[in-house]
């Protein structure tokens, strides 16, 4: 089974920027729709964005604009550049893929925290 590892969250002020990786096992990570989803305190899980194999790209209407879904086959990784951030993008940030999340499938990984706060 794939498992995901993200990274890259902290804490940062309000305009600031971040950086999330995650790092896919597994050979055919490059044929996966890949998401990043975020879940705040009290609230659920979240579709943030989205990227096909080709490269395609989906964002929730909160983010687009300030964020960018990218990837990269080579390395089984896919990433989440956020800019412009507000306290409001305050959650724990998860990646997955898409179609296993879709199907109620998805075996979800630790998440990494993004806290923006001045």
């Known amino acids: 089974q794939v498992q995901f590892a993200e990274s890259g969250g902290g804490l940062v002020q309000p305009g600031g920027s971040l950086r999330l990786s995650c790092a896919a096992s597994?050979?055919?990570?490059?044929?996966?729709?890949m998401g990043w989803y975020r879940q705040a305190p009290g609230k659920q899980r979240e579709l943030v964005a989205t990227i096909t194999s080709g490269g395609s790209t989906n964002y929730a209407d909160s983010v687009k604009g300030r964020f960018t879904i990218s990837r990269d086959n080579a390395k089984n990784t896919v990433y989440l550049h956020m800019n412009s951030l507000k306290p409001e993008d305050t959650a724990v940030y998860y990646c997955?893929?898409?179609?296993?999340?879709?199907?109620?499938?998805?075996?979800w990984g630790q998440g990494t925290q993004v806290t923006v706060s001045s």
């Open positions: 597994g050979s055919i990570f490059s044929i996966y729709v």
């Open positions: 997955n893929n898409q179609q296993t999340v879709v199907a109620r499938i998805a075996s």
